[in-house]
């Protein structure tokens, strides 16, 4: 269903525009890459929710690890939901806006944007906590209590999340007075200075506390999984050598892709503020690197789940007719 939606957006938006005139082909090329990375990111998402789901209706309790999981996947699903609306509406100058409409779907945008930033944020500090080892005794406190707290995370994440989309309203109610913005039909995300730095300003405000809290626990565990892979060169034990090597490789490698993803999603947001009014080009060059995130990522976090990668590779062999033998995922790295 979600594939048809967006081919049918996809369709509607290139044929409307196309008669027009008013796409240019590096603007279509971007939208079709646009429209394959939502829907990569939409099977990605459901695929995450619907295995950890079906544990759940069989009677199993999730692990902190699968609640996460399953947590980031279904705010991210509602976040691509959002972005694709928002991006297709951009090319319909001539379709009025309701004001109503404008604001649910902003602060709906605010809501599951910054959830998904917190909940990779403590996705990050729980792989940090369990798989790391520093001898500071409050990195050992958060280590022995950290699969207790994640509940509270979420919780946590939630209230985060909403209290930033509320002081949103504020801002867009300042900006309904002006009703000569929506009457002259101009484009959502054509509306200027009016709206979008006040939006700046609170987007960084409530975005950068989880950033830097994600860039400490990416290059704590990063510095641990150096640290022990370089021990385990130097050593002669064979049982350190080998799968065990090539895991903590892996592993580095996985944090690697997760902070590149992260840290190119929050750049990315921000230049396209700044490059809203100068032209659709960039904007949909911003775009793609935004939808990006929440796609590939959750496809790099199935790779690396030993119960997600065993589910699609059951998947792909009643697909297929054959099965491939697992490798090494990062659950099986201890340092």
């Known amino acids: 269903m979600s594939s048809t939606l967006a081919l ?33 990111g939409f099977l990605a998402n459901m695929f995450i929710m619907v295995v950890n789901g079906l544990d759940v209706a069989n009677g199993q309790l999730l692990s902190p690890t699968d609640l996460l999981l399953t947590s980031l996947a279904l705010s991210r699903f509602c976040f ?22 404008f604001r649910s779907f902003q602060v709906l945008w605010m809501f599951f944007n910054i959830s998904s930033l917190w909940l990779a944020t403590w996705l990050c500090v729980f792989y940090c906590a369990r798989i790391a080892n520093f001898s500071h005794p409050l990195f050992v406190y958060v280590k022995v209590h950290i699969s207790q707290w994640v509940p509270r995370l979420l919780l946590v ?11 949103l309203t504020t801002n867009l109610d300042n900006l309904t007075k002006n009703n000569e913005i929506f009457a002259n039909n101009t484009p959502p995300l054509f509306i200027g200075q009016t709206f979008y730095y006040p939006w700046l300003i609170i987007y960084i405000s409530s975005s950068a506390v989880p950033f830097a809290l994600f860039w400490l626990a990416a290059t704590l565990l990063l510095k641990s999984l150096r640290r022990h892979a370089w021990q ?26 997760f902070f590149f993803f992260y840290s ?9 503020v700044y490059t809203t009014e100068n032209g659709a080009s960039l904007t949909c060059l911003y ?39 697992p490798t090494l995922t990062l659950e099986t790295v201890s340092v």
């Open 232 to 257: 385990m060169q130097r050593s002669n034990a064979p049982a350190l050598q080998g799968p065990m090597l090539t895991a903590h490789h892996s592993a580095i490698k996985f944090i690697r892709n």
């Open 287 to 325: 775009n793609n690197v935004v939808a990006a995130y929440p796609s590939l990522h959750s496809v790099i976090l199935i790779i690396s789940n030993a119960k997600l990668k065993q589910a699609g590779a059951r998947l792909l062999h009643q697909a297929r007719g054959s099965l491939k033998t």
């Open 8 to 40: 049918d957006l996809l369709k509607l938006v290139l044929v409307t525009s196309a008669a027009k005139s008013m796409i240019s082909k590096p603007i279509v090329l971007c939208l079709v890459i646009f429209v394959v990375e939502s829907l990569i």
């Open 80 to 101: 691509q939901g959002i972005l694709m609306v928002t991006h297709v509406m951009y090319f319909f100058p001539n379709v009025t806006i309701r004001i109503g409409t």
């Open 157 to 167: 994440s939630v209230l985060l999340s909403l209290a930033c989309s509320l002081s």
């Open 264 to 272: 190119s999603y929050f750049v990315a947001l921000i230049l396209q």
